[in-house]
Each structure stands twice: as structure tokens, then as C-alpha cells.
């Protein structure tokens, strides 16, 4: 008879997850990922409008200077969210991950230091750590890979966030309403989202899921593409629509309206069709740590 061992874990200590968090949420506020720098050097050479040419390069040269004197590519912190993926294979208590997290939020905010632009909803009150009821945003799914677990810190400003909408579509509406309702999403941001932004859609789910995907979507690397096909085929009609509003960088005007219109997609009921769009300003900040048997790994 022959006894297979069982597969190898990974353990992850909770006090590595503070240090990561911690350094995760400083590195994602002055470090801008290449491939939103890629994104900047597309649209300045591609934009036709002088005004919006001139927007653009300023943008450029703060986000030079940002890394040059180490200092933060916008004054706004954000609301602090971890998205984490365990794969299988790994051993880590939840709870402590949890706790792990906060603290190294925390830390960050008042080691660096930081400004907290978290408040409690009524009192206003400003506990100056970057946490609050239910603040860090958490969220926590499985993943296929063995033996990894991997957290991406991403910084949520108010101005794109502020950029918010859903509406419950019914199928009869079909998907014409879906694209009008993302356009005029886009028409009413303006350039109160400090555009060029990155336009995160969620199609289907319900409300709660589709508001989720459409954040999952706008924040997600540029040059990825939806994994459903016709997701995927969406993404591309309505980056070309919203690029033709003549919104423009800080929407004064111009070409460059978005880096990219992302879409992400779920199941939902026969009866609705909910459409959600959340925004992601231009200062596109995230950071991740990766955990794996060889180490830790720290990137975008």
C-alpha cells in the first residue's frame, strides 16, 4: 500500500501580513504602476488638443517628481482597501490576517506619516489611522495557484469614488441601455473625477456584486481584458464611445477622456439586468505583496 504524503502548506505569519500591508499602503501612494505610466505616454501621443496636451504632460511631470522626492502622487490617502487571494495549500488564520491588516494601516498612517481621510458616516469624528467601522475594506477570495497567497493594497480616493453609479436595468431595456447608462455615467462625472480616468463597468449580479465588479474593473491592471467574450466586446465599444465625449483631461477638453473602459461580468437573475460604473481617477495607485514558499514578492 502506498501513502502519499500530504501536499506542503504555507504558512503565513500574521506579523509578515502588518509589515506588507503597512509598506503596501506607502509604496501603492507614491509609486505609480508602469502600466498606468505606459497609459499616460499612449494618450500624449495620440491627444490632438494643445490644452489637453499641456494637462497631460503637468500630469506626467508630477508623477516624475512624486518618485524623484519620494513623496505622494496625490494629497488624497483614500479610503485603504485589501483585496486578498489565498490560494490552496495555505495555512493562515483568517482572524489574524484581519487584525494584521488593520494594524499595518494603522502604522502606515501614523509611522510615515500619513493623512487619515477616514471618518466615522455621522459624527465626523477622524480617529487619524486610516480605520474606522469596517474600514479597511477587506475582501477575501480563493484562488486555483498552491501554496500563494497574494495582497494588493489599493488606495480609493473620494474624487473617483464619488463617480458612482447603479441602476437596476430590466432585460427588455437590453444591452443598448447598459451602454447609454455607462455614457452618461461618464457625461455626468465630468471632470469631477479628475479624468483621464479608468471606467470600471458591472453587468448582472446583484446590486451589492455588480457595484463590486465595477470597482474589480476599475482597477484593474490596463492592457487585461475581460475574460467573457462578450464582456471583453463591451470593454472595446465603450472605451471608443467615452473617448468621443470630448470630456479630456481634467475635462477641459481633449481626447483622452479614459485610459480604458474596463468591463467585468456575473450571472444574475431572469428578471433584472443591473448595471453599475465606478470610477478610477488618472493617479491609478495600487501595490501588491505576493507570499509564496521562496519568499515575499512586492509589485503592482
Known amino acids: 500500500m502506498t501513502v502519499l504524503a500530504p501536499p506542503a502548506t504555507l504558512r503565513v505569519d500574521p506579523d509578515a501580513i ?21 497609459g499616460f505616454a499612449r494618450l500624449d501621443a495620440t491627444e490632438s ?51 494584521a491588516i488593520r494594524r499595518g494601516t494603522a502604522r502606515a498612517t501614523r509611522e510615515h506619516p500619513l493623512r487619515s481621510s477616514v471618518v466615522h458616516p455621522i ?20 484562488v486555483e495557484e498552491e501554496r500563494v497567497l497574494a495582497l494588493e493594497m489599493i488606495p480609493k480616493g473620494s474624487g473617483s469614488e464619488n463617480g458612482s453609479f447603479l441602476q437596476m436595468l430590466i432585460p427588455a431595456d437590453g444591452l443598448a441601455a447598459v451602454k447609454r447608462f455607462v455614457v452618461d455615467a461618464a457625461i455626468r462625472a465630468g471632470g469631477k473625477v479628475c479624468p ?57 477638453g481633449g481626447d483622452s477622456t479614459a485610459f480604458a473602459v474596463h468591463v467585468e461580468v456575473a450571472a444574475t437573475h431572469i428578471t433584472m439586468n443591473p448595471v453599475a460604473v465606478n470610477v478610477q481617477c488618472h493617479s491609478a495607485r495600487r501595490a501588491s505583496a505576493t507570499f509564496t514558499p521562496e519568499g515575499v514578492r512586492i509589485g503592482f
Not at 503637468?58 to 483585496?83: H, K, S
Not at 480605520?131 to 477570495?141: E, F, K, Y
Not at 474589480?216 to 464582456?231: H, I, K, N, Q, W
Open 196 to 252: 483621464p480616468t479608468i471606467l470600471g463597468v458591472g453587468v448582472g449580479g446583484t446590486s451589492d456584486l455588480c457595484m463590486h465588479l465595477a470597482k474589480v474593473a476599475a482597477t484593474r491592471p490596463l492592457g487585461s481584458r475581460c475574460e467573457d467574450a462578450e464582456g471583453a466586446q463591451l470593454e472595446a465599444e465603450l472605451s471608443e464611445a467615452v473617448n468621443s465625449l470630448g470630456i479630456g483631461p481634467q475635462g477641459l
Open 123 to 142: 459624527t465626523r469624528v477622524n480617529e487619524h489611522t486610516s480605520c474606522g467601522l469596517h474600514v479597511p475594506v477587506i475582501n477575501i477570495d480563493f
Open 18 to 38: 502588518e509589515e506588507a500591508a503597512k509598506l503596501l499602503y506607502i509604496r501603492a501612494l507614491k509609486v505609480l504602476p508602469d502600466d498606468i505610466k505606459a
Open 49 to 99: 488638443d494643445a490644452t489637453a496636451k499641456s494637462i497631460l504632460a503637468t500630469m506626467i511631470e508630477n508623477i516624475g517628481v512624486a518618485e524623484r522626492t519620494d513623496n505622494l502622487l496625490c494629497q488624497d490617502t483614500g479610503i485603504p482597501i485589501f483585496n486578498v487571494r489565498v490560494g490552496r495549500h495555505v495555512e493562515v488564520d483568517g482572524w489574524a490576517l484581519k487584525q
